[in-house]
């Protein structure tokens, strides 16, 4: 790495932009050693990812490629960190290292941790550390995965931090395999170019909308819509963002009049979970924020429907029915990405074009 975390101090890392940071969070050969933010993925990068990711699916259909993924990283261990609730993010990290062999431990309940008798989070990951080779963390805690990535790779065992998920500010896998979607959607029809993208629901508390609107910027002439109550529409740091790199973009409570001009659809709940007063969400109106026939009906016969989950009542389950629906297929593809993610971590992305060149 030319520039390398272990060579600056927490004092200093904080005070940079999340551009700023990234240097310090790769490998020398431009790939990813922490997975903190998904600032550290340009369209090379990703356009490296997806390809990983579709290799990967193939060699696994076979016995014979199935035994060549597992062996590729028999001998590293990780650890899911899972301090915040979670089903599909937890299940498809545990898949996806099984895919390359890698054994895990979790830690899903801190209640039966040392955190119980009072140790702190970092102390927590510290321990793991000593145990397990990448660590795989979910925390409602805004920036613990940023700072324990720093505090690993000044002690005398670092390994990486992919993060799962970080309180209401990033999660980058999540937005991984939202680009993945997106770009196995279209791969027929032009790609992610010249694309409209509709978000949907709590814009203001969704990770998920933060990490995957800095993504689409890296795609030519993408333009982007945010739909929402007014006191859930997007923060103004993703408005901050767009302004910067020259994104068009609209806001607007009228979903229906914004679904025509929408190739893709991505839909959110409502994050009640971070309210600050008990009932806060629940006196928002969100009737108008739907997804259901009707607004199948406005839909252009290209488009597609996505939606990280787990959902509520914001998409109606006649739609999944519909071929345009692709939020199951996103669940799958978490766990191809996530899987060419940790292929990538840990350097063994070149065993597997080759495989993939000489077998297919």
């Known amino acids: 790495m030319s520039k390398r975390i272990f060579d600056i101090s927490w004092d200093q890392f904080q005070t940079l932009s999340l551009a700023d940071k990234t240097p ?57 960190y899972f301090s915040q609730p979670s089903s599909r993010t937890f299940l498809s990290f545990v898949s996806a290292c099984q895919i390359l062999g890698v054994s895990t431990g979790e830690v899903r309940d801190t209640s039966i941790s040392s955190e119980f008798k009072g140790e702190s989070r970092e102390d927590s990951v510290r321990t793991f550390s000593s145990y397990f080779d990448l660590i795989i963390m979910r925390t409602p805690e805004k920036g613990l995965a940023e700072h324990m990535a720093w505090v690993l790779s000044h002690s005398e065992r670092p390994i990486p931090i992919i993060n799962a998920g970080s309180g209401q500010d990033q999660h980058p896998t999540q937005a991984l395999l939202d680009i993945y979607t997106l770009l196995r959607s279209f791969e027929r029809s032009g790609g992610l170019c010249d694309r409209t993208v509709l978000f949907c629901g709590d814009l203001l508390r969704g990770r998920t909308v933060r990490s995957l609107s800095y993504l689409l910027t890296n795609y030519p002439n993408i333009r982007l819509i945010y739909v929402a109550p007014g006191p859930l529409q997007v923060g103004e740091d993703v408005l901050t963002m767009l302004k910067a790199k020259n994104i068009a973009y609209e806001l ?21 979970e971070w309210d600050t007063t008990k009932g806060e969400s629940a006196k928002i109106d969100t009737s108008r924020f739907k997804f259901g026939i009707e607004e199948l009906k406005l839909l252009s016969p290209k488009g597609v429907i996505l939606h990280p989950l787990p959902r509520r009542d914001e998409i109606a389950p006649e739609v999944d029915s519909d071929p345009r629906a692709m939020y199951w297929r996103q669940m799958r ?25 000489h077998n297919y």
């Not at 990703?46 to 060699?59: D, F, H, K, W």
């Open 333 to 357: 593809n978490g766990m191809w990405i996530r899987t060419a993610l940790i292929a990538m971590t840990f350097g063994c992305e070149n065993h597997i074009h080759e495989y993939f060149r």
């Open 252 to 272: 607007t409570d009228d979903f229906h009049s914004a679904i025509p001009k929408a190739d893709a659809v991505y839909m959110t709940r409502i994050q009640d």
């Open 24 to 80: 310090f969070l790769m490998q020398a050969d431009g790939t990813p050693y922490h997975t903190l933010f998904a600032q550290q993925f340009g369209l090379g990068l990703l356009e490296q990812l997806a390809l990983l990711a579709n290799e990967i699916r193939v060699i696994a259909k076979t016995r014979s490629g199935t035994e060549f993924l597992r062996s590729q990283v028999a001998h590293k261990r990780a650890m899911l």
